[in-house]
């Protein structure tokens, strides 16, 4: 089993940025990719980011890439972090960072919200404009 607990979402203006942290308590944290997904209200849960579990390989949805980055630290905690900057409104969502004991190691598996076994309970993220 691994437990994941997100924190740092908050109310932030447009083009503001926020740091996300994901604390995964449990299993060896080095075993599992971790991946970021989002959902707004009234939408579909959508991929944002994800990293190996070395954290040597990064994806990351288009809608994000160049402003949001994922990392991890498995020496020194078992956290993943996610900077998002320049932050839009259209990034208003609820974010849930997820662990998967990985299959595959490619964009189509990571992005793929199904693969994921464990789950954190989100943290909101508005932005306003």
């Known amino acids: 089993q691994v437990q994941l607990v997100e924190s740092g979402g908050g109310l932030v203006q447009a083009g503001g940025s926020l740091r996300l942290s994901c604390a995964a308590s449990?299993?060896?944290?080095?075993?599992?990719?971790m991946g970021w997904f989002r959902q707004a209200p009234g939408k579909e849960r959508e991929f944002v980011a994800a990293i190996t579990r070395s954290g040597d390989t990064t994806y990351y949805a288009d809608s994000v890439k160049g402003r949001f980055t994922i990392s991890r630290d498995n020496a020194k905690n078992t956290t993943v972090y996610l900077q998002m900057n320049n932050l839009k409104p259209e990034d208003t969502a609820v974010y849930y960072c997820a662990a998967d004991y990985p299959t595959y190691s490619n964009y189509a598996y990571y992005s793929e919200g199904s693969v994921y076994d464990y789950w954190g309970q989100g943290t909101q993220v508005t932005v306003s404009s």
């Open positions: 449990g299993r060896t944290f080095s075993t599992y990719a």
